[in-house]
Structure formats: C-alpha cells, structure tokens
C-alpha cells in the first residue's frame, strides 16, 4: 500500500457539506479497489481541493474519483512523511 | 488561526532524511510567526513537496519557508477538512 495525494480544480465556493458528500461518495465505493480516503482540505476561494488516500496504485484512487463523479488527472504517489 | 497547503516543485529524489531536515529548518523558525507546520509529503519521482500548516495567514507561512531555504509561491488556505 502507498499514500497517494491527488488535487482538484474547479469547485470554487464549495462548502465542507459539498466536500463531506464527495469525501463519502468516495468512501463509499473504495473498498472494492482496495483504496482508502485519509482526509480531504477544500479551498473554496481557489476551488483546490487535495485528498490523501493510500491504496494499491495511483489508477486505483483515480477510478474511485472517477466512479464517484469527480474525476482528477493530477496525482502524486507520497512514500515520504514526516511531522 | 486557518490552515494551509503549500506546494513545492523540483526536489526529485528527495530522501525522507532531506525531507526530515527541511521539516526541521521550519519548525526551528515557526514559532516567532506563529506558525505550525504540522505535516509534509514529498513525492521524490516528481519533486512535489506538499506541507500542511496553521497560522495568521498566508504570508506568514511562506515567510517561514523563505527563512528556512526552501521558497514557494503555491500556497492554498483550507478552511475545510473531512475524513
């Protein structure tokens, strides 16, 4: 398993109630492509949004997004941490 | 105090000890503007570095990444999170 942070664009003025309903719509289909959601940040003045996940591949997360109905390109896979 | 993401390009084949060093340089400096930097990922096949912190605003965030050796201009506030 490795971590995965991918980003959105486009969803200016978006609330922490239109991100919770993503963010669930996304966990909601994850298990069967062996993807976990960590957490979603949402900038609603920019319209960015960046999810950590960890999951098998980077095409795993993507199709969960895609299933999900918001669908992103731009993913990094995250193997260093640190805080 | 809000919380940000910040975004920083170039470092390919970053190590988790360079990533740890860094890290390091802003939380020797965070305090005196009030900043936390709570996380950070790097992705060393692409170069991304992405940091997630709390403080007074933007400006204040990148003032510490200047001072510490590594500038960005890319920075995102994120009032929202789900998990």
């Not at 991100?19 to 996304?26: A, C, G, N």
């Not at 492509?33 to 949004?49: E, L, N, Q, T």
Request: charged share 30%.
């Amino acid at each position: 398993m490795s971590q995965f942070i991918d980003v959105h664009t486009g969803m200016k003025n978006l609330t922490v109630q239109d991100l919770k309903r993503e963010h669930d719509q996304d966990t909601a289909l994850e298990r069967e492509y062996g993807v976990h959601f960590i957490k979603a940040w949402g900038d609603p003045a920019s319209g960015k949004v960046f999810c950590l996940s960890e999951g098998p591949n980077k095409q795993a997360v993507l199709e969960v997004h895609r299933k999900a109905g918001h669908p992103t390109d731009e993913i990094y896979e995250v193997p260093l941490s640190v805080e």
